[in-house]
């Protein structure tokens, strides 16, 4: 499949998805997100993958919302039919057993805001504007905003935000506990990147069984959580990276994963 929106890179073990349609803001239409499902099929399939990060072409915009363009004519069934695909795509992506990271380097709207919840750490560089502007179109977000920006932010900021439609600016982001760290636009994907190769040195089944269990575990009561935790930790010591881990630290060297 050739991709005329979506760069996809890969620095050793980091990859980096670029969703790059400038004219329109990366806005994501049907075609952007197939192309994007591709991309996450490819890094799912890079067994050498150990983090991904997904950012924006262009100067403005991370991604400026779901294309209202090809929107505005929906009817009932095309509207059901687009969200689902965007709930499917994001949910491949939030699947990955890598850590994935949004590197916000401008407007992120409405499906923009979206995808970057759908990532599991969002740095922001001092340009950007995060918000859910759907109910300004007089509809609602479709692509998971309603309950991931629940979830990352709280319920009464996540009202005020999806009622007023009003987005906000990196600081406010951070404040608010959406963006990770507010970083000057030219540092924004090298921060990315640096934190995607420290991650990438660690243990990669650990990581995996981090990411499964802080995101399975978050829907749980804390008793079931905690059991889910105490099982992976338990199976950790199963693999021949824990062996290593352990000996690593012990003989006061580096340790060699196999991912294994
Ligand atoms: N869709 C399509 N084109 C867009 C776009 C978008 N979301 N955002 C920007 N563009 C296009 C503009 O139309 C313009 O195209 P040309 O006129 O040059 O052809 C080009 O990108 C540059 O934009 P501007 O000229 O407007 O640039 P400015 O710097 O003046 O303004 C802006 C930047 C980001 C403030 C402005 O473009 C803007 O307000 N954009 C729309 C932001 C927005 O409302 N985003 C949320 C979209 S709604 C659902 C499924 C999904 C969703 C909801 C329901 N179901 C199926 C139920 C999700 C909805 C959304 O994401």
Redesign the pocket.
């Known amino acids: 499949m050739t991709s005329e929106f979506i760069k996809l890179e890969f620095d050793g073990p980091v990859a980096l998805i670029t969703i790059d349609r400038p ?3 990366n ?3 049907a075609q952007v997100l197939s192309e994007l499902d591709h991309a996450i099929g490819q890094v799912a399939a890079h067994a050498d993958a150990r983090a991904l990060v997904i950012t924006g072409g262009g100067e ?2 991370f991604v ?8 505005a004519q ?1 009817t009932t069934a095309q ?2 039919a ?2 689902s695909r ?1 709930h499917q795509v994001f949910a491949r992506l939030e699947s990955l057993s890598i850590p994935t990271i949004a590197a916000v380097n401008g ?1 992120a ?4 805001l ?1 995808l970057a919840l759908a990532c599991d750490l969002l740095y922001v560089s001092e340009k950007a ?1 995060l918000g ?3 109910v ?2 007089a ?5 998971g ?1 309603t309950q991931r920006l629940t979830r990352a932010v709280g319920k009464a900021r996540a009202r005020e935000l999806i009622f007023t439609g009003d987005p906000v600016d990196a600081n406010k982001a951070k404040e608010i506990g959406l963006a990770l760290e507010v970083l000057a636009p030219e540092a924004l994907l090298p921060r990315c990147k640096e934190v995607a190769h420290k991650i990438a040195t660690r243990g990669p089944v650990a990581v995996a069984q981090a990411k499964r269990v802080i995101e399975a575990g978050a829907d749980l009561p804390l008793k079931d959580a905690n059991e889910l935790e105490r099982q992976a930790f338990a199976l950790l010591f199963g693999t021949d990276d824990q062996k290593e881990g352990m000996k690593a630290f012990l003989e006061k060297r580096k340790a060699a994963f196999k991912n294994a």
């Open positions: 004219k329109a803001l806005a994501l239409n403005k915009a400026a919302g779901a294309d209202i363009a090809e929107m929906y509207a059901l687009f969200a965007g407007f709207l409405g499906g923009g979206e504007k859910l502007p759907e300004s179109l509809v609602i977000p479709g692509f905003g």
